[in-house]
């Protein structure tokens, strides 16, 4: 727990599938917390109460928005076989009457990462993305990401300048995303950690030209192996907008170029 990542998704066995949380107000992009941050703290909950450590797949429904305080997340054992366990959980806060509010439903499948085979078939790349010291970071620009955006503190990102037309008036219109992550603590990562960083860069929807909110409405996760040591690098792409919804496509690349994360989420494009 010596990572504010670990504080900060931390969660509190009250009773056999029950856990108390406290969401942090270190996590919030415009006010609203962090889609990936949510995602850990339910994964973590999911970890404790299933038999299998790493999550495998997870996918998550955002029913509405999150806002830093009490939380309770409710878990259910959906199914435990020998290499794979489902589980489901749901994150509750408190309406201004005391009554619930559930902001997010998931279901995931739960593994070992480290009993998988060595086994590597895949046409799959690294992408091509400058050295780190090439990349720029919310400190190097003239411009911050627009609105509230307490969670850039906690993260070491360095962004691709080919991907941050927008921080300059310009952007380039094709929906793409790149930069190498890391936590500002030095925290290395992990399964869970991944969690958050296929939904921590900035939204593809900037380089389309649009700026504010990109609420996600579902986010699936698929953890391939334990990340290397070192830093990350992450990926993501946007190739159609349409009805006011974009989906986007992610992958996290490792310092050992293994692919180790991917994910696709669709979310509502902003509006302003």
């Not at 009457?97 to 439903?105: A, L």
């Not at 349409?242 to 310092?255: P, R, Y």
């Amino acid at each position: 727990m010596d990572s504010e990542f670990d504080r900060d998704t931390a969660v509190t066995l009250r009773e056999p599938g029950v856990y108390d949380a406290e969401l942090s107000a270190g996590w919030t992009i415009i006010q609203a917390v962090n889609g990936g941050y949510l995602l850990a703290l339910l994964g973590r909950a999911l970890g404790d109460a299933l038999p299998h450590p790493h999550p495998f797949t997870i996918s998550a429904h955002y029913l509405t928005p999150s806002v830093p305080g009490p939380a309770v997340v409710r878990t259910e054992t959906v199914r435990t076989g020998r290499t794979l366990s489902t589980g489901q959980a749901s994150l509750f806060q408190y309406a201004e009457d005391g009554t619930e509010v559930e902001r997010i439903r998931v279901l995931a499948s739960y593994g070992d990462l480290d009993a998988l085979p060595d086994d590597v078939r895949t046409t799959a790349k690294p992408p091509a993305i400058p050295p780190r010291e090439h990349c720029l970071g919310p400190s190097d620009g003239p411009a911050p990401i627009p609105g509230s955006s307490a969670i850039t503190e906690r993260l070491d990102i360095k962004l691709d300048p080919t991907t941050l037309g927008w921080a300059v008036g310009a952007p380039s219109g094709k929906g793409e995303m790149r930069g190498w992550f890391g936590l500002a603590d030095g925290r290395e990562p992990d399964p869970l950690s991944l969690l958050l960083t296929v939904d921590a860069l900035p939204p593809t929807s900037f380089e389309l030209g649009l700026t504010g909110w990109t609420p996600t409405v579902e986010l699936t996760a698929h953890i391939r192996c334990r990340p290397a040591p070192g830093p990350l690098r992450v990926s993501i792409t946007t190739r159609n907008l349409a009805g006011g919804f974009l989906e986007e496509d992610a992958e996290v690349w490792d310092s050992a170029d293994r692919l180790v994360a991917q994910s696709r989420q669709l979310a509502r494009a902003p509006r302003g």
